[in-house]
């Protein structure tokens, strides 16, 4: 159905439930001589009759009613659907759904999930992981996680972590027999275990006193998700890299040893992004004021 003809319609129910098109044109914020031309036009596309006037009431004729009578369920539908889309906007509820790495699920979601979901029970989360940046509008997205440096610059950015760092790790068995690396380029003589990422393996960058190396790690495993590269390490499989807030427990306990930790200064953190603030949904303003973090200068 075309819009100006739903528009009619509409219109055509509201004069006969008010039985005047004086009381109708106002509650429907329009003229009364613009309401009796719609009137006219919609009788005459439909080759009927539907309001008897007189000059002191207006009533539906037998068509009219019998319109009116199929009418009736439709519109009501309509009235509730779109009540609910702007209740919607202004209350957190319905389902978002959300692009994020695995790390980023854990480091950035899963420890506000609990307070969120008991602060809004009326919104579901539909969370995504996979690898790289992805396309939020031809995804179906209404936001994703992502590091700060992998975001276009087309999207609105809110920062959800602080600034984090890179460990580079091994575990103390895959050491015993091998020299400790004291400089990024020793690493080429050690097995790496390397992370896919967007366009390829993910090259290791280390920085020191302004000295910038670039490493392409070589070693037996290629794997998409640093919480396996963490395993893998674990295992004896090689040296990993991975978040140093996944791993700081294992370093703790000696289970992973961490090496070159003066070549790894800090990296910008992850950030929730989205395509457009217009008519922003209740639910996506209430999930970014849940993540975001206080006091940093968002794009």
């Given at each position: 159905?075309?819009?100006?003809?739903?528009?009619?319609?509409?219109?055509?129910?509201?004069?006969?439930?008010?039985?005047?098109?004086?009381?109708?044109?106002?509650?429907?914020?329009?003229?009364?001589?613009?309401?009796?031309?719609?009137?006219?036009?919609?009788?005459?596309?439909?080759?009927?009759?539907?309001?008897?006037?007189?000059?002191?009431?207006?009533?539906?004729?037998?068509?009219?009613?019998?319109?009116?009578?199929?009418?009736?369920?439709?519109?009501?539908?309509?009235?509730?659907?779109?009540?609910?889309?702007?209740?919607?906007?202004?209350?957190?509820?319905?389902?978002?759904?959300?692009?994020?790495?695995?790390?980023?699920?854990?480091?950035?979601?899963?420890?506000?999930?609990?307070?969120?979901?008991?602060?809004?029970?009326?919104?579901?989360?539909?969370?995504?992981?996979?690898?790289?940046?992805?396309?939020?509008?031809?995804?179906?997205?209404?936001?994703g996680i992502q590091l700060?440096?992998?975001?276009?610059r087309d999207m609105i950015?809110?920062?959800?972590?602080?600034?984090?760092?890179?460990?580079?790790?091994?575990?103390?068995?895959?050491?015993?027999?091998?020299?400790?690396?004291?400089?990024?380029?020793?690493?080429?003589?050690?097995?790496?275990?390397?992370?896919?990422?967007?366009?390829?393996?993910?090259?290791?960058?280390?920085?020191?006193e302004g000295k910038s190396?670039?490493?392409?790690?070589?070693?037996?495993?290629?794997?998409?998700?640093?919480?396996?590269?963490?395993?893998?390490?674990?295992?004896?499989?090689?040296?990993?890299?991975?978040?140093?807030?996944?791993?700081?427990?294992?370093?703790?306990?000696?289970?992973?040893?961490?090496?070159?930790?003066?070549?790894?200064?800090?990296?910008?953190?992850?950030?929730?992004?989205?395509?457009?603030?217009?008519?922003?949904?209740?639910?996506?303003?209430?999930?970014?004021?849940?993540?975001?973090?206080?006091?940093?200068?968002?794009?």
């Amino acid at each position: 159905m075309m819009t100006n003809e739903l528009n009619e319609l509409a219109m055509f129910a509201k004069v006969a439930a008010e039985r005047s098109f004086t009381r109708a044109a106002a509650k429907l914020g329009v003229s009364q001589s613009a309401l009796s031309h719609t009137i006219r036009r919609l009788e005459q596309r439909l080759g009927l009759q539907l309001l008897a006037r007189t000059t002191k009431s207006v009533a539906p004729t037998a068509a009219g009613a019998a319109l009116l009578r199929d009418l009736a369920p439709a519109l009501e539908q309509i009235d509730l659907a779109v009540n609910r889309a702007r209740s919607d906007r202004h209350e957190p509820a319905g389902r978002l759904r959300i692009f994020m790495s695995r790390s980023a699920a854990a480091m950035v979601l899963l420890p506000r999930l609990a307070a969120f979901a008991e602060a809004y029970p009326k919104v579901v989360l539909d969370v995504v992981t996979g690898t790289g940046p992805a396309d939020l509008v031809a995804g179906e997205f209404d936001a994703g996680i992502q590091l700060g440096e992998y975001i276009q610059r087309d999207m609105i950015a809110v920062r959800v972590t602080p600034e984090l760092r890179l460990a580079v790790v091994g575990s103390p068995a895959y050491f015993a027999s091998r020299s400790v690396p004291q400089t990024p380029k020793d690493l080429h003589d050690h097995r790496c275990i390397t992370l896919r990422h967007t366009g390829g393996p993910y090259r290791w960058e280390f920085e020191k006193e302004g000295k910038s190396v670039t490493i392409a790690p070589d070693g037996p495993l290629i794997i998409d998700e640093t919480h396996l590269a963490i395993q893998a390490a674990l295992s004896g499989v090689g040296i990993g890299v991975a978040y140093e807030e996944q791993v700081a427990e294992h370093i703790a306990k000696g289970r992973l040893l961490r090496v070159l930790e003066d070549w790894t200064p800090p990296i910008p953190g992850f950030s929730m992004y989205y395509p457009s603030r217009r008519h922003q949904p209740a639910a996506l303003a209430a999930l970014i004021n849940a993540l975001r973090v206080p006091h940093r200068n968002d794009r």
